[in-house]
Antibody
């Protein structure tokens, strides 16, 4: 059974940092590209970032470019999202998802507020 | 930026057909996926590559694409089909989601 479990969400002040994790199982993580997608409360889905299987090819949405960094540890089967210089508009539930968006985690909530 | 436009809402009676559109420039050059999301839950893929149905998705869900418009069709709509629906496409390593359509079955 494919499982993706996000963790690391919480409350942070504007300008602060936080790192999200996504722990996966049930599929071959080492060959899978992965995504982060977020959703603000009552709003639609927003793609955040994509990383290829070995971390050599990464893309970001313009809204997070230069502030967020995606990475992965294939040995631990974990995906990460380092978020710096956080803003109120980054407040959202963050989901990790597989390459074709066919499997999603349950999401973890980030709140950026003073 | 590339935008996928959907109608904000759609109401359908049980047993009837719901059609949700997704429009964008040059959409005919891209594959479109569709997702269903119920309140408090993660999205679930219901159609991929315009018209392919993932394992476990009921046959009443179908997809098509023509020109700049992709369409998700729910035949014989059931109460359990209520939720938000999003189209999604990608272009040169950028991935986009549609604006979303809330489907109400009443």
């Amino acid at each position: 059974e494919v499982q993706l479990v996000e963790s690391g969400g919480g409350s942070v002040q504007p300008g602060g940092s936080l790192r999200l994790s996504c722990t996966v199982s049930g599929f071959t993580f080492t060959t899978s590209w992965m995504h982060w997608v977020r959703q603000a409360s009552g709003k639609g889905l927003e793609w955040v970032s994509r990383i290829n299987s070995d971390g050599s090819d990464i893309t970001y949405a313009d809204s997070v470019k230069g502030r967020f960094t995606v990475s992965r540890d294939n040995a631990k089967e974990k995906l990460y999202l380092q978020m710096d210089s956080l803003r109120a508009e980054d407040t959202a539930v963050y989901f990790c998802s597989t390459e074709k968006f066919d499997f999603w985690g349950q999401g973890t909530l980030l709140t950026v507020s003073s | 930026s590339y935008e996928l436009t959907q109608p904000p809402s759609l109401s359908v009676s049980p047993g009837q057909t719901a059609s949700i559109t997704c429009s964008a420039d040059k959409l005919e050059d891209k594959y479109v996926n569709w997702y269903q999301q119920k309140p408090g839950q993660s999205p679930v893929q219901v159609i991929y590559r315009d018209n392919q149905r993932p394992s476990g998705i009921p046959e009443r869900f179908s997809g098509s694409s023509s020109g700049n418009v992709a369409t998700l069709t729910i035949s014989e709509t059931q109460a359990m089909d209520e939720g938000d629906y999003y189209c999604q496409a990608w272009d040169i390593s950028t991935y986009m989601f549609g604006t979303g359509t809330r489907v109400t079955v009443l």
